[in-house]
């Protein structure tokens, strides 16, 4: 078992910036591939940046590209995701998931957080 513990949602206008943080416990968290996903109330779960066991290959949705980044600390059994430029239609709730093998689609992912709200005012 993976437990994954999303922080660092909240609220932020437009042009803002905001860093998500997902810590990890129980098992080996460098065996396991990482990705953020979101949901928007109504909306299907949308998959927004993913990266390797060693975090040396990392690769974001054409929506959040150059805008955000995910980065992971092994060390600290942890993953992030950068998020500037913040536009209201990033309004989501947002997940982190663990997976062994490395993919874009959530049904590939074995564990997932409670996830955090991210709310973008215009």
């Known amino acids: 078992q993976v437990q994954l513990v999303e922080s660092g949602g909240g609220l932020v206008q437009a042009g803002g910036s905001l860093r998500l943080s997902c810590a990890a416990s129980g098992r080996t968290f460098s065996n396991y591939a990482m990705g953020w996903f979101r949901q928007a109330p109504g909306k299907e779960r949308e998959f927004v940046a993913r990266t390797s066991r060693s975090g040396g290959s990392a690769f974001h949705a054409d929506s959040v590209k150059g805008r955000f980044t995910i980065s992971r600390d092994n060390a600290k059994n942890t993953v992030y995701l950068q998020m500037n430029s913040l536009k209201p239609e990033d309004t989501a709730v947002y997940y982190c998931?663990?997976?062994?093998?490395?993919?874009?689609?959530?049904?590939?992912?074995?564990?997932w957080g409670q996830g955090t709200q991210v709310t973008v005012s215009s």
């Open positions: 998931a663990a997976s062994t093998v490395l993919s874009s689609i959530p049904s590939r992912y074995d564990y």
